[in-house]
């Protein structure tokens, strides 16, 4: 794989957008954190309800669900509001049920009993990585809103087995880079998502070619790329929330 | 109609709450503002389109219009998405009208030419007088992208007519007050919104009884706070928006 | 406001078309009432239903609320069908609520107990003013039905508070003018929709400027012309149904 | 097949309703006809419009079209509105496509040129039979709009090749009967609608068995009463269009 | 009617198609079979459910419901997937409405008890009578999932009351032909189904003029070519459901 | 990662089910094939069309898009038909947008010039595997479609650049086998799905985390397990489709 990439915006390849978690954000939510990685903004929300889907009824375990938007402008030209055209487009739903899968993968759905956390993931402004900060973000909300539980003694204990985080890798000019922002995800030959837990396990891998195949090295490299992304976000996610 | 009511807030039945515009906080869109009326939190954008709608076609005028929705967790409880419902509520297609042609009331449409301004207002935080808040910071959204074509010379001057601005009184606890906040809006005997130019003149009136009919002293006494709310209101545009 | 306006109508700027409201219209529902101003034309009906909607049930209040629909054939130029396009327009959905809100609240919903009252108006014929037509003619059926329900001695007695009606007024030609027709609505520089109880409470203004805004005499105006207007449609309520 | 049938209306087995039809109803359509069969009321209305469906653009041959539906509580018990659900019931494109298929054949479609007329069909009153009262009536609402074109020149002559109307038949309490009403309709062992055009001609015959399958001589006395009773209605077209 | 027409198969004016039906083809389904007439070819699959509609709740009573497809590439020309537009074509509807109502007269629904049999038609290759294969098709289907429940003791006996089959006929280049194919069915000027039972009782006839109306007396005609093509596909039937 | 894993099908760990592609199956296609991996069978058809999505309109170049369904009873339980619900699942849009990648990966669509290839993947059983199936089948079906327009000279040459298949793996039984059925899908650890090139390139890789994390280790097994599966599946579309 070729050489010295010069980004658009001056990052070094394995270079992270800086990246800011805001947790707390929205006043009404049990749980939330404005994410942002570099120029995106994602505003993530949890809110616990006390029924279940159907299929989970008397089964004494819990769900967590996810649903995604952008608002209109938060992208470079308009899109088009969802709610107005009736229906959530297949990009929009492919992304709500990576959230709800990524984050189900941390919790202990037993131990939550019979209750639903509702992910909100609504992307305030676009700029490349919408859903990745959506997990990294989605994840400290989740946090808040089940320490909100297990402190009123709703739950004996946090519901959570580990952490969970995301970040993208993609093949751009020739190179493999960390957190592609807009400029690059809108032209890189491949593009992967990588979402991992706190202690290294593996909860997804989205990987694509855009414009031609890619090599089984290219993917190994992103894979390592998206390990030292992944381990920067846990520790940022462990700092906002007070952990350690 | 009653005496001395203790506001939730600690209000005067006069006291607008702390107003914020700010202008130019969506990167991408032509015109922007972040519209804070106490806790409540309204994003407007303003999008310039190079066709109108069908009806306009060759008649050589353009078109303002608009769009609102709610994020799921603005709210106290959370509100379904309706994107995910397939369909906008009658409120939300109430509010989106209402915030169209206040708009458009102080365009002048020919000036304008053959392009249609989109509006979207999305509201991040609710507590009360949303609709009040999207209309006044609507108003610096369009001024703003307006003022881009026109400083590109794509128009000679700016097309807007006045300035408009809006906000709600109702009956609280036997008295009339200004701008309600949700904590007095969900216990309101009466509810009325107004639209109201810069230059005083009424481009909109929204009047509700809530519990029982009210009468025409308390609907002059809201008109009068009204008229000093609205005076706040167009002054805090012009100085955000650099006027006089 | 400008000197002697000539009518479309040849009627005075105080004078309201011919109404009639025909009772027991519809020979299947439980109130009913055939609603015409002018050339106008709108059949309300109202329907009885044992239960209320999910938020009200074991609360033991009643609900009253409406649905609005044009024939296609209805208008001057044939309108698309709502249930053949799959949704409700907004303007269908902002009048049905205004229905239902009028009507609630004259109503005891408490003394209603657990029932719905489901409102029909479906415009037969439109030549201006179905709004205030469907308000009007709507409480002749609902008192109709609610009537039926106390002579069975289901109900010990009628759970209405007052009467309710509707009228418009505008500015057309520079005068203010009662009850606009067709020709003078799609003409006018305001459009205010009164509606006003029995004994003369105020239930909902709702006054929007068209071509320009409007000042506080104009609107002053309006709202005494509709006070003349009301208290005939009152009157003519009470005939029909054999009050007084 | 059985004996003397007491009917719930005292008719004769072979005699019809009284029917009513009444041209001109709808103020602002080309055509119209109010259709009575009883109780039944069905408003017809055709509209003309200039432009044609995608499958026929510059064929030079035009179109017929129906909608149909019914005002919610023109049925015993209400029945919910479609436009209000989002989507129209198969019974109702079945009654649409029925009424459609019927008027085109007896209308000469490259005399009518690039141009479609759209019949809509509302029932008022619901008391059985009312597709075949759309269709009776719907012919007449046609020919006046088809009347009014080639009365102002615009086409040559009456692009009509005959007449149509329809009647239903059924098997009720062990006999065959004429023109089924509700009562009858909602307990007959089979069901039968005929279309045919004024000189005999059958355009369409839709038989069901309702509780048991039915015989060749059943369906032989079927249609034969419907002969008699379509006699009826093309005279009685023909009266109210001044035919003959 | 006319003489020795030359049918485009080159079959004889009574001449069905070759028919296969073949049980058991969908591996998961309750009961199912592959209907072929000629090159048509319809999947039908009968699903057993243990709840009924909520009409029938508690009346002991059981239902037989159909639902019909085509898939997009089974036409001549591709054709939109329904799922896709969101929404059900009329002419699905219509023929899936058919389907049910044809099953069920044949059903002894009381005898099958409060249990709903859900039929799915399925085309997998359309060259004409989609729907009378599947009707045919869908008795076997019907009759296997049926015989189950009776085998493992569910049901005391088979709920069945007589075989239904279906097949069409037309007016076809002047002569009146049997099971219409696609070259005959698009070209026609009068086309018919017959839905007959076992022992011959008439279950519902459709019959249209497709060009122009058409006389008694072809009717009579294409009844008696589809009693003898019923007759042919009844013994299929019981061919291969072991039946005699 | 564990020992010797004993699988439902009796299979070894690395082999694939029994795979069948038959080329032309759907009668009026340009391009089909029927695919099976064991009980699985997924029905492909490509249909070609003059005209490409609005973004490419007098780009010179074409587009490749797919479209996937259930039939209602290809699985263990019947799956409500989507288009009654009216709206297509997130998984359904989420295998649609895969396929249609994943051909577009292989084809030249400068080279296919202003036209669209419309690929329909449609399940007639399914057993676990359904999208790689389709992916596999579906290279047979454009191949098929394009050597068409190649033999007819509407092209000058295949604008495909290389072949494309798809296959499964998981953790199932604490081991990596490939080629996953339903009775392993439905309980596996891990899964993954591989779609890969003629030559070995990867195009996309899906792999998802079911009860719990997996390791690189884990996930290098799969993608060697793939590679072998792929291998065998591009020999059988070369051996179908004559090539070599």
């Given at each position: 794989?070729?050489?010295?990439a010069r980004?658009?915006s001056g990052?070094?390849?394995a270079?992270?957008?800086?990246?800011?978690?805001e947790?707390?954000?929205?006043?009404?939510a049990?749980?939330?954190?404005?994410?942002?990685?570099g120029?995106t903004?994602v505003?993530?929300?949890?809110?616990?309800?006390?029924?279940?889907p159907?299929?989970l009824?008397k089964?004494?375990?819990?769900?967590?669900t996810?649903?995604?938007?952008?608002?209109?402008?938060?992208?470079?030209?308009?899109?088009?509001?969802?709610?107005?055209?009736?229906?959530?487009?297949g990009r929009t739903l492919?992304?709500?049920r990576?959230?709800?899968?990524?984050?189900r993968?941390?919790t202990?759905l037993?131990?939550?009993?019979?209750r639903?956390?509702?992910?909100?993931c609504?992307?305030l402004?676009?700029d490349g990585?919408t859903?990745?900060a959506?997990?990294?973000g989605s994840y400290?909300?989740l946090h808040q809103?089940?320490?909100e539980?297990?402190?009123?003694?709703?739950l004996p204990?946090?519901?959570?087995t580990?952490?969970?985080?995301?970040?993208s890798?993609?093949?751009?000019?020739?190179?493999v880079?960390?957190?592609?922002?807009?400029a690059?995800d809108?032209?890189?030959?491949?593009?992967?998502?990588?979402?991992?837990?706190?202690?290294?396990?593996?909860?997804?891998i989205?990987?694509?070619?855009?414009?031609e195949?890619?090599?089984?090295?290219?993917?190994?490299?992103m894979?390592?790329?998206?390990?030292t992304?992944?381990?920067d976000?846990?520790a940022?996610?462990?700092s906002v929330l007070?952990?350690?």
């Amino acid at each position: 794989m070729a050489g010295p990439a010069r980004r658009p915006s001056g990052r070094a390849a394995a270079q992270m957008r800086e990246v800011h978690l805001e947790p707390g954000w929205a006043r009404h939510a049990e749980g939330s954190c404005l994410a942002r990685f570099g120029e995106t903004q994602v505003l993530c929300t949890a809110s616990i309800e006390d029924r279940v889907p159907f299929f989970l009824r008397k089964t004494g375990r819990g769900w967590v669900t996810a649903e995604y938007g952008m608002l209109p402008r938060s992208t470079h030209e308009r899109t088009d509001r969802e709610a107005a055209r009736g229906r959530q487009s297949g990009r929009t739903l492919e992304i709500q049920r990576l959230i709800g899968r990524s984050l189900r993968a941390v919790t202990d759905l037993r131990a939550l009993g019979e209750r639903q956390i509702r992910i909100d993931c609504d992307v305030l402004v676009a700029d490349g990585g919408t859903r990745t900060a959506a997990i990294t973000g989605s994840y400290v909300a989740l946090h808040q809103a089940l320490a909100e539980l297990a402190g009123f003694g709703v739950l004996p204990r946090l519901p959570l087995t580990d952490q969970v985080a995301a970040v993208s890798c993609g093949i751009w000019n020739g190179a493999v880079v960390l957190d592609l922002d807009y400029a690059e995800d809108s032209n890189a030959a491949a593009d992967a998502n990588f979402v991992l837990t706190g202690s290294g396990g593996i909860v997804e891998i989205q990987a694509t070619a855009e414009s031609e195949p890619f090599e089984d090295d290219d993917f190994a490299q992103m894979l390592d790329l998206a390990r030292t992304g992944i381990h920067d976000l846990v520790a940022a996610q462990k700092s906002v929330l007070g952990l350690e």
